[in-house]
């Protein structure tokens, strides 16, 4: 299983940008998908994730300016940020709690996308 993200890059304070992150290989079911960050020197920190029935939940530090949506039958999440700052730059990472066809639940994660928030 790999999971394909795509969509970082330079944007402006107030700006918008969309992420997205594809699931490709022998997949029976995915469980959670999220999405999280990471900023040099300091932890990879949690953003936002949704449940296989369309559950969402956002890091506080998000909430009310990113919105998390997957479609399912092409096994995709996405993550819509507006009113972006400059601190939210990091490099964003996708990542899917993937079930195999013999039923085991296993993490995966993206190759990880750059978003710079600047002027």
């Known amino acids: 299983v790999q999971l394909q993200a795509s969509g970082g890059g330079l944007v402006q304070p107030g700006g918008s940008l969309r992420l997205s992150c594809a699931a490709s290989?022998?997949?029976?079911?995915?469980?959670?998908m999220g999405w999280y960050r990471q900023t040099p020197g300091k932890a990879r920190e949690w953003v936002a994730s949704?449940?296989?029935?369309?559950?969402?939940n956002y890091a506080d530090s998000v909430k009310g300016r990113f919105t998390i949506s997957r479609d399912n039958a092409k096994n995709t999440v996405c993550l819509q940020m507006s009113g972006l700052h400059p601190e939210d730059t990091a490099v964003y990472y996708c990542?899917?709690?993937?079930?195999?066809?013999?039923?085991?639940?296993?993490?995966?994660w993206g190759q990880g996308t750059l978003v710079t928030v600047s002027s």
């Open positions: 949704i449940t296989s029935s369309d559950s969402t």
């Open positions: 990542n899917a709690n993937v079930v195999s066809v013999q039923n085991i639940p296993l993490d995966y």
């Open positions: 290989g022998i997949i029976f079911r995915i469980n959670d």
